[in-house]
C-alpha cells in the first residue's frame, strides 16, 4: 500500500511539473534580447557643449550607443575597441553616441584627456534608468535606420576572449545595419 501511495504521489507531482511552464530568468543576456526589435525609446541629454540632443536628432541614422562613465573600469576598457569601429564606421554614416552620467563639463574634459571619438550626451542616472535599455555599465546597443535596436551587449572586446564572440556578432550586425541601410 505504501509503495502504491508514493509512486502515485510522484506521478501527480511529475504531471503537475510538466504543466508548469518554463521560467525564463532575468539574466544581463535575457534583457539584451528581449531588446531586439523594440523602438529606441525617446530621451534628453545635454551635449558637451551643453545643447540639447533627444532620440529626434538620431532619425533615419544607424547608431550604436554606449553608455558609460568616467569612473568605470571596464567602459575605460573597451573604449580603445569602439574607438576603432568609430572611425571604420564614420564614413559609412554611422552614428556613434556615448550616454553617460557625468555632467557634460566633466565628461568633456574626459574625451579631451582620452580621445573618445563619439558624441556624448550627458543625462542623469535617473533618467538614464527611466530609458530601461541599459543593464549596467557599459552597454552597447545597435539601433537600425528606422529606429529599432538591433542588438545589444555588455563589454566589446576583441582581445578578451569572455566578450569575443559577442563583440564579433556586434560588429557582423553593424556592417549589416550598414548594408541595409546603403541599399534604400
Known amino acids: 500500500m505504501r509503495i502504491y501511495l508514493f509512486t502515485l504521489l510522484l506521478i501527480s507531482g511529475f504531471a503537475r511539473a510538466q504543466e508548469t511552464p518554463v521560467v525564463k530568468w532575468a539574466t544581463q543576456e535575457t534583457f539584451f534580447e528581449d531588446l531586439t526589435g523594440k523602438d529606441l525609446p525617446d530621451f534628453n541629454g545635454l551635449t558637451i557643449n551643453k545643447k540639447t540632443f533627444s532620440r529626434a536628432n538620431l532619425k533615419n541614422q544607424v547608431v550604436v550607443i554606449n553608455f558609460w562613465f568616467e569612473n568605470c573600469p571596464p567602459c575605460l576598457a573597451e573604449m ?37 571619438e563619439y ?66
Open 80 to 116: 580603445p575597441e569602439l574607438n576603432k569601429l568609430a572611425k571604420a564606421y564614420r564614413q559609412k554614416g554611422v552614428r556613434f553616441i556615448g550616454i553617460t552620467h557625468d555632467t557634460p563639463t566633466r565628461a568633456k574634459h574626459f574625451q579631451k584627456r582620452n580621445g573618445y
Open 119 to 184: 558624441e556624448i550626451v550627458s543625462m542623469s542616472k535617473a533618467e538614464i534608468s527611466k530609458l530601461n535599455i541599459n543593464h549596467g555599465f557599459p552597454t552597447n546597443i545597435l539601433v537600425g535606420a528606422d529606429g529599432k535596436i538591433i542588438y545589444a551587449t555588455a563589454n566589446i572586446s576583441l582581445t578578451d576572449t569572455a566578450f569575443k564572440a559577442k563583440s564579433i556578432l556586434f560588429a557582423d550586425k553593424l556592417k549589416a545595419a550598414v548594408e541595409k541601410a546603403n541599399s534604400k
